[in-house]
């Protein structure tokens, strides 16, 4: 018998693309009126296109630089993730680029570092996380470092956002090389990198605290109903397991079954629900993991 995809429903898959063209729209947002305003550096190849775009004073060249570099990133998400995880990328990324040329020009805030650059720096981080999760939760992404970090989030298990701050130490230093040659001033280098430093990191914790795919935690069930606990854990997902425990109560000494399972955050609230439905008096309570072994499965982003 021949195995048969399963289709996305049209209503699930109508969602999606609604939830994918908002994170277009808001990451252009992030740029247009808060990063690129602000002068700080962005990760990955769209640090390089902000850094030219910012040495030769145009708005034009980094929205080019950014067609070209996402151009053979989607290239690399067709075939290092899935070819749903591109397509969703090219449309979030084809978004941002329109949104970038017909958003109309306002200004929210003083950009210079003595009035309000920090509210820019840290609203743009913001915005940004959000746009990005958003992406990621609809089986897609923003582009540029995003494509990278779903590629290595699903081989070494961490967060994607984690992959950002990593993509920004070249972008970061090529950015203030070129900041120093076109001005050749030390100060406003040090101030621009701080800036730097805050955007990157508010939009990685953003990021990571909103996209739980790749966030590890142990969910530990005190039951009398062992069976019943343990089916709606391996019913719930199928790659899923548990490992089971003999427990004595210290006040009632009653006998009682502690159940422990590996789940991602994303697939916790689900599980939580199930097992309640299975034991309704039972007791848990979990934690967050860290090292957890390559061998775990996590289903592919796309």
Same mark, same amino acid.
Request: aromatic residues 14%.
């Given at each position: ?125 913001? &915005?940004?996380? %959000? ?6 939760? +609809?089986? !897609? $992404? #923003?582009?540029?470092?995003?494509? @990278? ?7 070494? &298990?961490?967060? %994607? ?6 993509? +920004?130490? !070249? $972008? #970061?230093?090529?950015?203030?090389? @070129? ?10 280098? %040090? ?112």
């Amino acid at each position: 018998m021949t195995a048969q995809k399963t289709k996305t429903p049209f209503k699930q898959l109508l969602k999606d693309y609604i939830l994918i063209l908002l994170s277009g729209f808001l990451y252009a947002a992030a740029l247009k009126y808060f990063v690129l305003p602000s002068k700080v550096i962005l990760t990955g190849t769209e640090g390089i296109a902000t850094a030219l775009s910012y040495y030769f004073e145009s708005y034009w060249l980094f929205i080019g630089l950014y067609i070209v570099f996402q151009t053979g990133l989607l290239t690399f998400g067709f075939v290092g993730v899935s070819r749903v995880f591109a397509v969703r990328s090219l449309v979030v990324v084809t978004t941002v680029v329109l949104s970038l040329i017909f958003m109309p020009e306002l200004r929210f805030a003083q950009p210079e570092p003595q009035n309000e650059r920090i509210i820019l720096v840290i609203f743009g981080g913001i &915005l940004a996380g %959000v746009a990005k999760a958003i992406a990621f939760r +609809s089986r !897609g $992404s #923003t582009g540029d470092e995003d494509i @990278l970090g779903a590629y290595f989030a699903i081989k070494y &298990l961490q967060p %994607v956002g984690s992959i950002a701050i990593i993509a +920004s130490v !070249g $972008s #970061t230093a090529f950015g203030l090389g @070129l900041d120093f040659l076109k001005n050749g001033d030390f100060e406003p280098l %040090v101030n621009t990198l701080m800036y730097t430093c805050i955007y990157i990191f508010v939009s990685a914790e953003t990021l990571n605290n909103l996209y739980k795919k790749f966030k590890i935690t142990m969910l530990t069930v005190i039951t009398r109903k062992e069976k019943e606990v343990g089916k709606s854990i391996t019913s719930t997902s199928a790659h899923r397991t548990y490992t089971v425990d003999e427990g004595t109560g210290g006040h009632s000494s009653e006998p009682f079954s502690i159940i422990r399972s590996i789940i991602t955050q994303e697939e916790l609230p689900q599980m939580i629900s199930a097992v309640q439905s299975s034991d309704p008096d039972c007791f848990y309570y979990f934690h967050d993991i860290e090292g957890i072994s390559s061998r775990y499965y996590i289903s592919p982003i796309g």
